[in-house]
Every structure is written in structure tokens, then in C-alpha cells.
């Protein structure tokens, strides 16, 4: 009699065990933005929602917060170090408080091009960048490419002086801030969130963004201008909890790593076209003129803005804003 209990609750136990491992939750990531689905981050996001659910089945569930709907500027860096997200990608502009060198991508007319910042990511000093936030529990996965940013207003901006005395909304940024005081304009912090009404009702006048989220949030029906500047860069860091990461079991991670680098590949890849796409259908809305500069004109923006980098220069370190410039002769 005893013997069949023990062999009763035993043959009990394992089942219930094989239950719990059964019924174990998934592992939720949470990956938050700020910016509309049709993005290179918001595509991005949602790329790696399905290969990380297509490829690790009822392991993991990742939940895509958009558009600021779970966190906006300011907080989602916040959430990430507190556990109330897994991954979000800000742009780059918005590390400054967790480290200096990152302002290297605010500089103004630092890189020619998208191919000249993706050289310099991938060098080994933009690849140092990714792990250089690892003692304040910032994990870098890699960097997605937004593109090029243009500015845009209620007013052409032909040459420097037609900024002079305008309202900008900048990102939380110190480089940004100053970049537009070259200029004599008057730069704003608003969080992405707040930029359409910011504009639509005056508050600023103009902004700074690439085509494809002045196209994604219909800045374009509240600035009659875009200057085609391609002043500076929006790029993002893919980032995670280190804490959270390393916790992960060895096999999810180790999915999850080469979901990212797929992932980023193809963000990468495809953040031009949809820039492109963003371009023309702001042509086609026919809401705002898009200008051209001349070359003499963009180098008279590029001589008022310059200055800003021996502004940063000791913070940045000298040596880093020399190997992201000698990205461009590659
Ligand atoms: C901005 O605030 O302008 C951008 O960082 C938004 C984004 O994530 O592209």
C-alpha cells in the first residue's frame, strides 16, 4: 500500500514538474520607440518580432511598442535600466548623459554621407562605441541606419543668415543645441512626441529630422520648406539591459544574436529606399518646396557650423572625431 502511494506521488510530482516546464512563460521583450512603423526603426523592430517568435517558438514574446505609445524621450532610456523594457534604439543624439564620445555623430558636417557613418560603425572604434555604456548596464547591439537630416521651416533656407532669430526643435543634444546657435537660431528640446504640434502651432519653426519621419509624423503638412542640407546624421543604437541580456539562457541569446545582426543588415539596407519613398511622397503631397543648395551655399553652412566641433573636441576625444572624419576618404 505504502509502496503504491510513494510510487503514485512520485509518478505526480513528475508531471506536475513536466507541467510547470510546459506551461513555463515565454521571455518578454519588451522593444520600444518613438518613431511610426513605416521607418527603418520601426521596420526594424517589427523584423525582429518575427524572426525572434518564428525562430524560438513559444520562448520568447516580443511586444513592439511604436510612436511613443509605452515610452517617449526621456523615459524609455529610464525604463530600459529599469527593467520596464528590454529594447528600445534611440538615436544617437540622446546618450549624452551615459557618455560623451557618442556626440561625435551630432557633429555637423562631419560625415559626407550614410556610407561614410556606416564605415565609421563598423570600424573598430564605432564598434568600441557599442560596449563602452557596459558599466552602466547599456548593452550595444548595433546601429541602424535612419539617414541624413534636412532642415525644414516656414521660411527657405537658402544660406545661414535665413535661420537667423528661428525657433528649432532639437533632440536632447548639447552639439545640436550649439549647432543651431552657429547660426544665430534659437534651438528648442521637445521630445519627438511633441514635434508636429510644436510646429503646427508655432511654438518652434523648424526641425531638424530625415525624410522619412518628417514624412511619418506629416511634418511636411506644417513646414512649406525642406533644404536638402544632409548636415548631419539620425542613427540609432540598438541597445539592451546588459543585466537582462546576459541573464537570457545561452541558447535564446545566442538565437538573438544572429537575429540582430540579420536584422540589422536588412534596416540598414533598406533605410535609403525608404527615405527615397519618403522623399517622393512629400513631393507628391505638393504641401512643402524642397531646396536645393548650391554648392557654394552648402558651404557657407557647413563654415558657420563647423566651429561647434572644437566645442566638444576635449569631450569627445580628438582622436575619435579624426577616425569618423577619415571615414569619408575611404
Ligand atoms: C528625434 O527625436 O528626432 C529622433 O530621435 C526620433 C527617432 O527616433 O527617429
Given at each position: 500500500?505504502?509502496?503504491?502511494?510513494?510510487?503514485?506521488?512520485?509518478?505526480?510530482?513528475?508531471?506536475?514538474?513536466?507541467?510547470?516546464?510546459?506551461?513555463?512563460?515565454?521571455?518578454?521583450?519588451?522593444?520600444?520607440?518613438?518613431?511610426?512603423?513605416?521607418?527603418?526603426?520601426?521596420?526594424?523592430?517589427l523584423?525582429?518580432k518575427?524572426?525572434?517568435?518564428e525562430?524560438l517558438?513559444?520562448?520568447?514574446?516580443?511586444?513592439?511598442?511604436?510612436?511613443s505609445?509605452?515610452?517617449?524621450?526621456?523615459?524609455?532610456?529610464?525604463?530600459l535600466?529599469?527593467?520596464?523594457?528590454?529594447m528600445?534604439?534611440?538615436?544617437l543624439?540622446k546618450?549624452?548623459?551615459y557618455t560623451?564620445?557618442l556626440?561625435?555623430?551630432?557633429?555637423?558636417?562631419?560625415?559626407?554621407?550614410?556610407?561614410?557613418?556606416?564605415r565609421?560603425?563598423?570600424?573598430?572604434?564605432?564598434?568600441?562605441?557599442?560596449?563602452?555604456?557596459e558599466?552602466?548596464n547599456?548593452?550595444?547591439?548595433?546601429y541602424?541606419?535612419n539617414?541624413?537630416k534636412q532642415?525644414?521651416?516656414?521660411?527657405?533656407?537658402?544660406e545661414?543668415?535665413?535661420?537667423?532669430?528661428?525657433?528649432f526643435?532639437?533632440?536632447a543634444?548639447?552639439?545640436?543645441?550649439?549647432?543651431?546657435?552657429?547660426?544665430r537660431?534659437?534651438?528648442?528640446?521637445?521630445?519627438?512626441?511633441?514635434?508636429y504640434?510644436?510646429?503646427?502651432?508655432?511654438?518652434?519653426n523648424g526641425?531638424?529630422?530625415?525624410?522619412?519621419?518628417i514624412?511619418?509624423?506629416?511634418?511636411?503638412?506644417?513646414?512649406?520648406?525642406?533644404?536638402?542640407?544632409?548636415?548631419?546624421?539620425?542613427d540609432?543604437?540598438?541597445?539592451?539591459?546588459?543585466?537582462?541580456w546576459?541573464?537570457?539562457?545561452?541558447?535564446v541569446?545566442?538565437?538573438?544574436e544572429?537575429?540582430?545582426?540579420?536584422?540589422?543588415?536588412?534596416v540598414n539596407?533598406?533605410?535609403?529606399?525608404?527615405n527615397q519613398?519618403?522623399?517622393?511622397a512629400?513631393?507628391?503631397?505638393?504641401?512643402?518646396?524642397?531646396?536645393?543648395?548650391?554648392?557654394?551655399?552648402?558651404?557657407?553652412?557647413r563654415?558657420?557650423?563647423k566651429?561647434?566641433?572644437?566645442?566638444f573636441?576635449?569631450?569627445?576625444?580628438?582622436?575619435?572625431?579624426?577616425?569618423?572624419?577619415?571615414?569619408?576618404?575611404?
Amino acid at each position: 500500500m505504502f509502496k503504491l502511494t510513494a510510487k503514485a506521488l512520485a509518478c505526480a510530482l513528475s508531471l506536475t514538474i513536466a507541467g510547470l516546464a510546459q506551461a513555463a512563460d515565454p521571455i518578454v521583450i519588451k522593444f520600444s520607440h518613438v518613431v511610426a512603423e513605416n521607418t527603418p526603426k520601426g521596420q526594424g523592430a517589427l523584423m525582429f518580432k518575427k524572426l525572434a517568435e518564428e525562430r524560438l517558438g513559444d520562448k520568447v514574446r516580443v511586444e513592439v511598442y511604436p510612436n511613443s505609445s509605452l515610452f517617449g524621450d526621456g523615459k524609455e532610456m529610464e525604463a530600459l535600466l529599469l527593467g520596464d523594457v528590454q529594447m528600445i534604439a534611440p538615436s544617437l543624439a540622446k546618450f549624452e548623459q551615459y557618455t560623451k564620445q557618442l556626440q561625435v555623430f551630432d557633429l555637423p558636417f562631419l560625415f559626407n554621407d550614410i556610407a561614410a557613418v556606416d564605415r565609421f560603425q563598423q570600424s573598430a572604434e564605432g564598434q568600441a562605441l557599442l560596449k563602452s555604456m557596459e558599466s552602466k548596464n547599456i548593452t550595444g547591439l548595433g546601429y541602424w541606419h535612419n539617414g541624413m537630416k534636412q532642415l525644414s521651416a516656414n521660411k527657405a533656407l537658402r544660406e545661414p543668415k535665413d535661420a537667423r532669430g528661428l525657433k528649432f526643435r532639437v533632440q536632447a543634444s548639447a552639439v545640436l543645441d550649439e549647432q543651431f546657435k552657429a547660426v544665430r537660431a534659437n534651438p528648442r528640446k521637445m521630445s519627438f512626441a511633441e514635434v508636429y504640434q510644436g510646429l503646427q502651432t508655432g511654438v518652434v519653426n523648424g526641425a531638424e529630422n530625415p525624410y522619412s519621419n518628417i514624412y511619418s509624423q506629416k511634418m511636411h503638412e506644417v513646414q512649406k520648406f525642406i533644404t536638402e542640407s544632409d548636415h548631419g546624421v539620425l542613427d540609432y543604437m540598438l541597445i539592451t539591459n546588459t543585466q537582462f541580456w546576459e541573464g537570457l539562457p545561452a541558447d535564446v541569446r545566442g538565437e538573438l544574436e544572429k537575429i540582430n545582426v540579420e536584422v540589422t543588415a536588412e534596416v540598414n539596407k533598406q533605410a535609403d529606399a525608404l527615405n527615397q519613398e519618403a522623399k517622393e511622397a512629400i513631393i507628391a503631397a505638393g504641401t512643402s518646396e524642397i531646396i536645393q543648395l548650391t554648392p557654394e551655399q552648402r558651404g557657407q553652412w557647413r563654415d558657420a557650423m563647423k566651429p561647434v566641433w572644437g566645442m566638444f573636441e576635449a569631450e569627445i576625444g580628438a582622436d575619435l572625431i579624426k577616425a569618423a572624419d577619415s571615414a569619408n576618404q575611404q
